[in-house]
């Protein structure tokens, strides 16, 4: 098993280009699933999630190839409608391809995803959508088996505003008669990626991007060429590394308004962000001041994605940091491993209390999921002395080459 060997203590500075983004792709390669055509993913990271997706597409009988940084799909020929519990426990997002094969090949059994464990991610919302609008849901021996009958409704509306339930309805939607609307949708930007690939695809597909979906359902999909958007986690992660390490960093391709809520955060601690032309630049002060509290939410709120990372920033803040973590129930797994480096943190349920003490020590650490594994590293770099953070297979889940970009921004950190 990998780990990554950290000394801490240097300051970061220089530029790194933003990768695409991991939750873009996760429900656009599903997505490829509706198209009867080739598709070319152009600048794919070789996140390992999106391996295991592209492992998924091989296994229903679609035709994957790498093309250098470009990835070649086509699911003309697919020929399944069967996931098993090997492939899709792998990845949360494999049950965005529920809705896809659905549609597409009018029936599906399909195994419980996984994902991080950071809390019990259900999927009655996906579950509950198909129903509605006309499918035969059962869920049986941990297998969703579903068939698409006649449409039931033409109007949903979501409990929550789950980004992944929001993803499988409106793929299921694009290839099913008659017009969709979805109510409460996600309004992430992943979302407005998606339908924007799917358009290109010639679904009919509107309101991506706000509370309201219509989607017009066609008979067909043909393919398209598509590059998703950057990944405003990675880009918010590598900001938050810029606040932590006394950083001047510039992350090219990365998009400002994207991660509004956290550079106002970034801000109150006294750091500069500036909205250049093609990127964003973090200039931070050496001393810190707290960034007071965050409360995570939907987008444009404050992204749970970030809050691990935020949370070690907090630790090397002046005064104290409040986190709320309003999305998942379980998102603190990773406090026990920042104690290891003598963090002063207390958490309760959805509330963590953080006394920023501008001092952390090396440690052997291990990542506990994806993104408190990225606030691992974040901690490594600030610490003093030798940290090592074991288990790293979760951060390659969601970010590609990090020791790389970190060692190019003056990081002493190596894979071993
Ligand atoms: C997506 O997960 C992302 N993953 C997550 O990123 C991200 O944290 C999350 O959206 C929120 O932004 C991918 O896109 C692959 P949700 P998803 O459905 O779709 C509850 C990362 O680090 N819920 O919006 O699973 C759920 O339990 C990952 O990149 C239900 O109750 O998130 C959670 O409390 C982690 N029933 C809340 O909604 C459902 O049917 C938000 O979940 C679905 C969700």
């Known amino acids: 098993m990998d780990k990554f060997f950290i000394n801490g203590g240097n300051c970061l500075k220089g530029e790194i280009k933003i990768d695409c983004a991991k939750n873009s792709l996760l429900p656009i390669l599903a997505g490829c699933i509706l198209v009867n055509g080739q598709v070319l993913l152009k600048n794919v990271p070789k996140y390992k999630d999106v391996c295991a997706m592209c492992d998924i597409l091989l296994n229903l009988g679609g035709f994957v190839k790498w093309q250098g940084d470009d990835l070649l799909v086509d699911c003309s020929q697919i020929d399944k409608s069967e996931i098993s519990n090997e492939l899709a426990s792998v990845v949360r997002s494999s049950i965005f391809t529920l809705g896809p094969i659905l549609s597409r090949l009018g029936c599906a059994k399909v195994a419980y995803p996984g994902g991080c464990d950071i809390g019990l991610r259900p999927i009655d919302i996906h579950l509950n959508g198909l129903k509605e609008l006309g499918c035969k849901i059962v869920e049986k021996n941990g297998y969703i088996y579903g068939q698409k009958l006649k449409r039931n409704k033409s109007e949903i509306m979501l409990k929550f505003p789950s980004v992944g339930a929001t993803e499988n309805l409106l793929m299921f939607a694009s290839l099913f008669e008659g017009r969709t609307v979805i109510y409460n949708a996600a309004k992430e930007p992943e979302i407005v990626d998606l339908a924007c690939f799917l358009n290109k695809c010639g679904a009919k597909i509107d309101g991506a991007g706000s509370d309201i979906i219509l989607v017009e359902g066609v008979k067909n999909l043909h393919g398209c060429e598509h590059q998703a958007i950057p990944d405003r986690i990675e880009a918010g992660t590598f900001l938050i590394a810029g606040a932590v390490c006394n950083g001047d960093i510039y992350l090219k ?130 610490s003093e002395g030798y940290t090592t953070v074991d288990n790293i297979g979760l951060i390659d889940r969601g970010y590609f080459k990090l020791e790389e970009k970190l060692v190019a921004l003056g990081g002493d950190i190596k894979r071993i």
């Not at 970030?306 to 797994?333: D, H, K």
């Not at 952390?360 to 590293?377: M, N, Q």
């Open 253 to 382: 391709n990365a998009i400002y308004e994207h991660n509004s809520a956290l550079i106002d955060k970034l801000e109150v601690c006294g750091c500069k962000v500036l909205k250049e032309k093609k990127g964003i630049r973090i200039i931070a002060p050496s001393v810190l001041e707290s960034f007071g509290d965050i409360e995570t939410a939907v987008y444009p709120g404050f992204p749970t994605d970030l809050q691990p990372q935020m949370a070690t920033l907090g630790c090397v803040c002046n005064g104290c940091s409040l986190i709320f973590e309003n999305v998942f129930e379980s998102r603190f797994n990773y406090v026990g491993q920042l104690l290891k480096m003598g963090a002063d943190i207390k958490f309760k349920s959805s509330i963590c209390i953080i006394r920023g003490k501008r001092k952390l020590y090396g440690a052997d650490v291990w990542a506990t999921d994806l993104r408190g594994g990225a606030a691992l590293v974040l901690a490594g770099l600030f």
